[in-house]
């Protein structure tokens, strides 16, 4: 099958969401620019460390005037439907352009097999590299991002006080109470 590109260029709509009950959701981003909408699974902890190295790049752009500080606007509404999965995200990163002033955050489709004797990089216009979806934000974009980012992280289960695993609805078995439950 041939290689799938989804690039979308300051795209109307780029967030984080869910589809599910805590504790079985399951961790979309999505982008949509016009009539096109892309959806990527991924696992919650990548949501997390996202919004964490964005807000670090972020925050260090700023502190070297390179971005302004600027109020993030606010996208509380749902992921768009249809909600069509294009692959499963293995590998994400992010970057500034420099010459564009641009952040640039990629996801890549976790299920492509690599061989070990061909490169890690592959241009865009290689026909044999995974799927991927890559956008370019202006910084209140990304920014804003990893605001939601976080607000759908903390949405889940509450930790347990003694260990911080996810706390069930019944509660759930312990390893600091020596495995006994905890309501």
């Known amino acids: 099958m041939a290689r799938r590109l989804f690039l ?9 969401g869910t589809i599910g009950e805590p504790g079985q959701r399951t961790f979309y981003l999505q982008a949509r620019e016009g009539a096109r909408t892309v959806s990527v699974s991924l696992e919650k902890i990548q949501v997390a460390a996202l919004a964490e190295r964005l807000r670090a790049l972020l925050d260090e ?31 994400l990163s992010i970057g500034w352009d420099a010459q ?29 590299g995974p799927d991927l979806v890559r956008v370019r934000l202006v910084a209140a974009e990304a920014r804003a991002f990893a605001v939601r980012a976080e607000q759908v992280v903390g949405a889940g289960r509450p930790p347990c006080p003694l260990c911080g695993q996810p706390l069930d609805p019944q509660g759930h078995i312990c390893p600091r109470r020596n495995g006994r439950y905890l309501h």
């Open 8 to 16: 979308f260029d300051r795209p109307d709509r780029f967030i984080p």
């Open 100 to 128: 564009s002033r641009l952040i640039v955050i990629e996801a890549r489709d976790g299920s492509f097999e690599e061989d070990a004797d061909e490169p890690d990089e592959y241009e865009d216009d290689d026909p044999d």
């Open 61 to 91: 752009l700023e502190r070297r005037d390179l971005v302004p500080a600027v109020e993030t606007p606010e996208d509380a509404a749902p992921l768009d439907e249809p909600l069509n999965e294009a692959f499963r995200a293995g590998t």
